[in-house]
């Protein structure tokens, strides 16, 4: 079974400029999150999909990122205008909804760069 | 929301038992504890999660006290491969049983020596 991955793995952009992330969760898998760390910094919660809904995004930082999850599969991160303090890992985690043991399953993560 | 303080690293030998505990001293009674592995470069892995008591999987136990407000995560007979930053982290039960999101803390680092 293929495990949860992202895209790309590394991008490098100049301020202002648009970037989008890609994650592709664990074929089934209704839950899908995204986290990121910045700089020295802990591990983050951004946001959390149930299928294409939003079911928590009380971790996004502000307007300039918009999550999506067209079709309940993948999900884009995009964010617009980037700016330096985006700078980090971003990563993207799936789960089923099989209740209380479910278990959260990682990506490799997207290194973002800004400069 | 529950917070965790652990370690911020530890040294073993190969061959030895790690015993790495979080302290959790404000966790609810819905939530678990979950205990997480991460390699540089890559994502954090699920290692193990418990309630209450005791719970052993293949890699790891977890020794979790009456009152939960610590853990004990347990590593038998490390190797150089175990060189890694482990999370402990209390996870809340959302309204109808799911599970709620992750709040990562620093981390233990861990260093295996031969």
């Known amino acids: 079974e293929a495990g949860v991955t992202q895209f790309p793995s590394h991008s490098v952009i100049e301020k202002g400029q648009t970037v989008t992330l890609r994650c592709d969760p664990i074929?089934?898998?209704?839950?899908l999150y995204w986290y990121r760390r910045v700089m020295g910094k802990e591990i983050k919660f951004l946001l959390h999909f149930v299928k294409e809904s939003k079911q928590d995004e009380s971790g996004m930082p502000n307007n300039r990122f918009l999550a999506e999850r067209t079709g309940g599969t993948y999900s884009t991160l995009k964010v617009q205008p980037a700016e330096l303090e985006d700078s980090g890992v971003y990563f993207c985690?799936?789960?089923?909804?099989?209740?209380?043991?479910?278990?959260?399953?990682f990506g490799p993560g997207t290194r973002l760069t800004v400069l | 929301l529950a917070k965790t303080t652990q370690p911020i690293s530890m040294d073993s030998y190969e061959g030895q038992e790690v015993n790495i505990t979080c302290s959790h001293n404000n966790i609810a009674t819905n939530d678990y504890i979950t205990w997480y592995q991460q390699f540089p470069s890559q994502g954090p892995r699920f290692i193990i999660q418990g309630y209450k008591t005791k719970v052993t999987n293949e890699v790891a136990s977890l020794f979790i006290p009456a009152d939960r407000k610590s853990s004990t995560l347990s590593l038998p007979r490390v190797s150089l491969s175990d060189t890694a930053v482990y999370y402990c982290?209390?996870?809340?039960?959302?309204?109808?049983?799911?599970?709620?999101?992750?709040?990562f803390g620093k981390g233990t680092k861990l260093s295996v020596k031969p």
């Open positions: 985690a799936s789960s089923d909804l099989a209740g209380a043991g479910n278990e959260q399953f």
């Open positions: 982290l209390v996870r809340e039960t959302n309204y109808g049983g799911s599970q709620g999101n992750l709040i």
């Open positions: 074929s089934g898998h209704d839950n």
